[in-house]
Nanobody
């Protein structure tokens, strides 16, 4: 059983900052990639940022230059530093991990429960 637990969401004014964290625990052999997705009311879930085990990163165009993703492979943790927040960043943010439970098995995808980020104008 694998658990992803997010923390750090909240309410912030436009232009402010928040830092989200995600911790993976349970039966984990290795984590190939971790990412943050978000879903605003009435919209589809979308990728915000992703980081691979070697450190390569992807960002959506809407957050480039404002958000920074990082991870600690030894601790199975990931963070998202969000600066210059805008009202359109308001959404539930979900932690995601592509991981191996044990060698030889196909990778699996796990999701956290989500954390609300609200940016007021």
């Amino acid at each position: 059983q694998v658990q992803l637990v997010e923390s750090g969401g909240g309410l912030v004014q436009a232009g402010g900052s928040l830092r989200l964290s995600c911790t993976a625990s349970g039966s984990i052999f290795s984590i190939n990639a971790m990412g943050w997705y978000r879903q605003a009311p009435g919209k589809q879930r979308e990728l915000v940022a992703r980081i691979f085990r070697g450190g390569n990163t992807n960002y959506s165009d809407s957050v480039k230059g404002r958000f920074t993703i990082s991870r600690d492979n030894a601790k199975n943790t990931m963070s998202l530093q969000m600066n210059s927040l805008r009202p359109e960043d308001t959404a539930v943010y979900y932690c995601n991990a592509l991981l191996l439970v044990e060698p030889g098995l196909p990778p699996t995808v796990s999701w956290g429960q989500g954390t609300q980020v609200t940016v007021s104008s």
